[in-house]
Nanobody
Framework: EVQLQASGGGVVQAGGSLRLSCATS????????IGWFRQAPGKRRERVSA????????FYSDSAKGRFTISSDNSKNTVYLQMSSLKPEDTAIYYC??????????????????WGQGTQVTVSS
């Protein structure tokens, strides 16, 4: 069974940090681009960051650059998103998703995702 489980969210003050985890199972981790989306109430889903675990290539949205760092632990089939200097506008539910490559991921052609189970990040001002 394919699973992507997002966790690590919480409530933090502006300027604080959180580390999100996306634990995967049931598919070959190294063969995909895996990353994070977020959705705030009343807003469209927004790309945040992605990584290809095989070679470590990364993507960051403009809002994530310089503040967030994505990484992968290939021995645990897990992708992490270290978020620092958090802002109230980062408040959203964060989801992880996998696609066959970066082009597919950026085009939201996901093979696997955690839409049914995101993790809530709330940043207070």
């Amino acid at each position: 069974e394919v699973q992507l489980q997002a966790s690590g969210g919480g409530v933090v003050q502006a300027g604080g940090s959180l580390r999100l985890s996306c634990a995967t199972s049931g598919f070959t981790f190294d063969d995909y681009a895996i990353g994070w989306f977020r959705q705030a109430p009343g807003k469209r889903r927004e790309r945040v960051s992605a990584i290809t675990p095989k070679d470590g290539e990364t993507f960051y949205s403009d809002s994530a650059k310089g503040r967030f760092t994505i990484s992968s632990d290939n021995s645990k089939n897990t992708v992490y998103l270290q978020m620092s200097s958090l802002k109230p506008e980062d408040t959203a539910i964060y989801y992880c998703a996998a696609a066959v490559d970066f082009i597919a991921w950026l085009g939201e052609a996901f093979i696997h995702d955690s839409w049914g189970q995101g993790t809530q990040v709330t940043v207070s001002s």
